[in-house]
């Protein structure tokens, strides 16, 4: 399992690209909406930006349902990387691969 390790400057997050690492992006216009920065848990240095929604799943796809916690967060469903090929869930603030 690799830690999800958050972010508040999104300068550091850029500088440091560590596997696994989040930033939520928050100025959506909405309290329901957001987006969630983060370098794949493979090492492959990609950032991935995926919309989510606070214990919702939003309207767009894909989206995923997010349990609003920005330490801890879990996703659902499971996040699927197509160019590395990386698969695995967020869970808890560790992501699992599949
Ligand atoms: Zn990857």
């Known amino acids: 399992m690799i830690r999800a390790i958050r972010y508040r400057d999104a300068q550091r997050f850029r500088q440091e690209r560590l596997p696994g690492s989040t930033f939520f992006d928050l100025t959506q216009g909405s309290e329901e909406a957001a987006a969630l920065w ?5 090492g492959c240095g990609t950032p991935v930006r995926i919309p ?3 214990r919702h799943k939003p309207a767009e ?3 995923w349902n997010w349990n609003g916690s920005l330490n801890d967060p879990t996703l659902s469903p499971s996040v ?4 590395c090929g990386w698969h695995g869930w967020l869970i808890d603030g560790y992501w699992q691969a599949c």
């Open 80 to 83: 699927n990387r197509i160019d």
């Open 38 to 42: 983060f370098y794949c848990p493979c």
């Open 52 to 54: 989510v929604g606070i």
């Open 61 to 63: 796809s894909p989206s």
